[in-house]
Each structure stands twice: as C-alpha cells, then as structure tokens.
C-alpha cells in the first residue's frame, strides 16, 4: 500500500490510541496528538514504530484558537502532507443545563466543536490536495451516543450532546463542500470502556445498570470503534460520505 499520512487527534489512550494501532502498518505516518499526556502518546507512538509505521508525537491544546492550525502545519511539516484526519479530541461532561456555567460550556464547545471546525478549516486543503492527487483523502469525526440518547432512565450530558451533534452536522456540510476529492463521516461510539486510570464520567454501579439496558449486553471497546473508523478510512469506504456510524451494540437504534 502506498503511503498514507494520519493525524489522529486524542491518541494518547483509548478510542484515539486504538485507532492508531488500527492504522499502523508499514507505509504509515501517524502524528498521534495529545493535550498533556506525552508519556502516553509517546508508548503509543513506539507501538505504531513495532508495527512498522512512521510516527511523530505533536502536543496542543486545542482550545487554543490556534493550535489546530499549528498541529496541522506540524503534521505536514512532519510527513509532507495528509491523507486521513481521526478528529477524536473531547471529554464527557455530566453538568445539568440549570448548574451549567457559561465557562463550563463554553470549555466543552471550545474542545469538541470549535476545535474540530477549525481542524478541519486547516486541514482542508491538504485532504482536497491530496484527493485531487489521485490519493484517497478522508475525514473521520468521533462523535457520541450523547447526541443522539435522551432518556429518564440514561444520565444526560447536555453540553457534550449539543457539541457533539454540531460536530455531526458540520461532517455533513463538509461532505458535500469538499466532495469529490474527500470523504467525510463521523462515527458515533456508544458506553465504551476507558483505560485504566483515565477519567470515567459514571461510577462503576452506574455502568453496571447501563450494561442491562445495552442489546449486546456489554460495553465497547476502544478496538470497536477503531475498527469502524479504519474502515472509513479505507479504500472500502471510498462510496460512503456524510454518514454517521453507530458503534453503541444498539443503545442507539
């Protein structure tokens, strides 16, 4: 295979790590992105290396206004262009809307949605450049059940679900605005097991109760949902663009 250049963003652990296993190969460049957790990124990075893939750690934070831009120039500096942009940076916020502050909202649109826009404003013209090219240039937008999932009986994330539904929305205007040249979906992981150590957004009862109410009684795996986004990423899936791809074992249907 020819070579394909990736950044993955939020690669230090879970989905975003497992995506970039999922990718590793000889050929490969991966750029694994993390905002602090450089020792993670860095064993991530050495992993993809074992695998025989190229791979550059980049650190930034990207509720700054500029970081997207800056990790994209860093990236193409790195590999001499893109390919396949994961955009998976994010967290999981519980805050009901009556306690929300304007700074706690405001943090988590900053992170998911601002920060995708204006990844996807820098990349652009890179994926388009290479589509052109005659590579096959892709976009794939992590999202969540927490869009999509409103029920008495389910905890609520009011902040992260409406950022994360703008994130979708965005992936399908992209579509058809960068059309031919690129590809561009989201897919949306449902209760997805995190790694040891990282921040949970439920207590263990919690998840306990959740299993029961998922129909292939168990929660995902980050290699589920890596799966789907190498398959977007794939020669494939070069017929499929503006979708959203449910990864949830059906808590979503």
């Known amino acids: 295979m020819a070579e394909r250049r990736i950044l993955i963003t939020g690669a230090s652990s879970g989905i975003g790590a497992a995506t970039a296993r999922a990718l590793a190969m000889p050929g490969a460049c991966i750029a694994v992105h993390c905002r602090g957790n450089r020792t993670g990124a860095e064993a991530v990075a050495a992993e993809l290396r074992a695998a025989g893939a190229r791979a550059e750690v980049l650190v930034a934070d990207l509720t700054a206004p500029e970081a997207p831009a800056r990790l994209v120039e860093e990236a193409v500096a790195a590999f001499g262009g893109l390919e396949v942009v994961v955009a998976n940076a994010g967290f999981a916020d519980r ?6 502050t304007d700074e706690g909202f405001a943090r988590t649109a900053d992170t ?34 927490v869009a999509h999932l409103f029920r008495t009986d389910t905890a609520l994330f009011p902040a ?6 703008g994130v979708e929305a965005l992936v399908r205007s992209l579509s058809i605005e960068w059309a031919p040249d690129v590809t561009v979906n989201a897919v949306v992981p449902g209760f997805t097991q995190k790694d040891a150590g990282t921040h949970v957004a439920l207590e263990a009862p919690a998840w306990e109760a959740i299993i029961s ?17 190498a398959f977007l990423a794939s020669p494939g899936a070069a017929y499929i663009t503006g979708q959203s791809l449910h990864v949830s074992g059906g808590v979503v249907i």
């Open 112 to 145: 998911v949605l601002w920060g995708f826009m204006r990844l996807v404003r820098a990349a652009g013209p890179h994926l388009q450049r290479a589509g052109r090219e005659g590579g096959f240039a892709r976009m794939v937008a992590v999202s969540s059940f």
């Open 160 to 165: 992260s679900a409406a950022a994360k539904a």
């Open 213 to 229: 109410r998922i129909p292939l009684a168990r929660l995902g795996k980050p290699s589920d949902v890596a799966a789907a986004i």
């Open 95 to 100: 805050t009901l809307v009556g306690a929300m």
